[in-house]
């Protein structure tokens, strides 16, 4: 028999009680959109590596005039080390856990939360080398036979003008699909100075953006949305990719040992060639969006955009929603009214369409998917 979901159905609880796992500026951000998703959610506790990043927290969430009643976490309800997710998912008293720490940890956490059958959300990327991906794959695998309800931080997937511009591409608005592209280009991100008194290991965790075991490079961290939405248009997962890339003005070793650029060229079944371009570099030309050409037109998708070109003619002009509420959302209702919901596969997926790319670049070679699913690499420290 299934075991039954953590909380049981139909409300039969006034609070959804959530913890925090992970509270830096992603992890306060999603913390708040849950307690903005719902009035049924409760935040009751919160774990992190640094004591300050919590008090953070804490303190964000407290100070809301409009939900501190439902935010106040207890002096015994906080966590602080590295072990601290574990003591969070111990207690027991928590049906629902944001999972937000660096992605490096990711994967680990996941299977943790599942293994104490918590619903989760988790922010993208969900790992940072294949072993993770294989985890991530179990994982998800283990919370569909516990009944459980996992939502990713990919917000375009519940984003109203991506979900009526796939919606009108698998109508066959622009006809069958046979090209795209997507970019991520921008300027550079925040930095923290090392501090004399840091150990390599807190530099590293504070400035987590800038090593690939703990983000996977901004290809995998960042680019990863356009990624999955160029997936979820295409309803599959490339077969191979060549790409390249290099640290051009990032070179300073406070940035650690990321790229600071990528551009790939993707192959998906039916022959059609994806282009794929991410940047992270100050004095350049931006762009964030997706494109698709098919045999009838194009379509172009952005945050709160979405317009499609040729036998068809449509532009998205609905009110948009903050994707980051309804993501959270999704999850609380699947939950409560115990429906089944569970995105660990396809952004799992679409992380290691990423990771594939970033193999290619660092070492310079053609890469399958097949190749990139099942590689050894696993780039979690090992202690001697």
């Excluded at 608005?173 to 923290?192: E, V």
């Excluded at 650690?256 to 030309?285: K, W």
Aim: hydrophobic share 40%; glycine share 8%; with cysteine.
């Amino acid at each position: 028999t299934q075991p039954a979901a953590t909380i049981p159905p139909a409300r039969a609880q006034t609070r959804l009680r959530v913890g925090v796992i992970g509270c830096g500026g992603r992890g306060t951000g999603a913390a708040i959109n849950s307690l903005e998703a719902s009035p049924d959610t409760q935040i009751v506790a919160l774990a992190d590596v640094f004591q300050d990043r919590l008090d953070s927290c804490r303190n964000e969430l407290a100070k809301s005039e409009d939900f501190s009643e439902r935010a106040r976490v207890a002096d015994d309800h906080c966590f602080v080390g590295f072990d601290a997710y574990q003591q969070l998912l111990d207690r027991g008293d928590t049906d629902l856990v944001i999972l937000a720490t660096p992605p490096g940890f990711r994967a680990r956490h996941f299977a943790a939360a599942v293994a104490a059958r918590k619903h989760v959300f988790m922010e993208k990327p969900v790992a940072v080398d294949p072993a993770g991906i294989r985890a991530v794959l179990a994982a998800a695998a283990h919370a569909d036979a516990a009944n459980l309800r996992v939502v990713a931080g990919t917000q375009r997937r519940h984003e109203r003008s991506y979900i009526e511009a796939m919606s009108r591409l698998r109508d066959g608005a622009i006809g069958r699909i046979t090209a795209a592209r997507c970019f991520w280009n921008q300027g550079g991100l925040w930095m923290n100075r090392r501090e004399p008194q840091w150990s390599d290991t807190e530099w590293q965790l504070r400035n987590w953006l800038y090593f690939t075991w703990l983000s996977g490079d901004h290809i995998c961290e960042q680019h990863v949305h356009n990624l999955d939405a160029v997936n979820w248009a295409l309803d599959a997962t490339p077969k191979s990719c060549l790409a390249l890339g290099g640290r051009q003005v990032r070179t300073d070793p406070a940035y650690g040992n990321i790229f600071d650029h990528f551009a790939v060229l993707y192959e998906y079944p039916g022959d059609v060639h994806v282009t794929s371009m991410c940047r992270q570099i100050e004095g350049c030309g931006g762009m964030v969006e997706e494109g698709f050409t098919g045999t009838d037109g194009t379509c172009i998708t952005s945050p709160g955009r979405a317009d499609i070109r040729g036998k068809t003619t449509w532009k998205f002009k609905s009110d948009n929603p903050n994707p980051y509420v309804e993501e959270h959302k999704a999850l609380i209702e699947a939950i409560i009214d115990n429906r089944p919901l569970n995105e660990a596969r396809r952004v799992a997926e679409s992380t290691l369409t990423a990771i594939m790319a970033r193999m290619s670049a660092y070492t310079g070679k053609p890469v399958t998917w097949d190749q990139a699913l099942n590689s050894k690499l696993d780039l979690y420290p090992t202690t001697p």
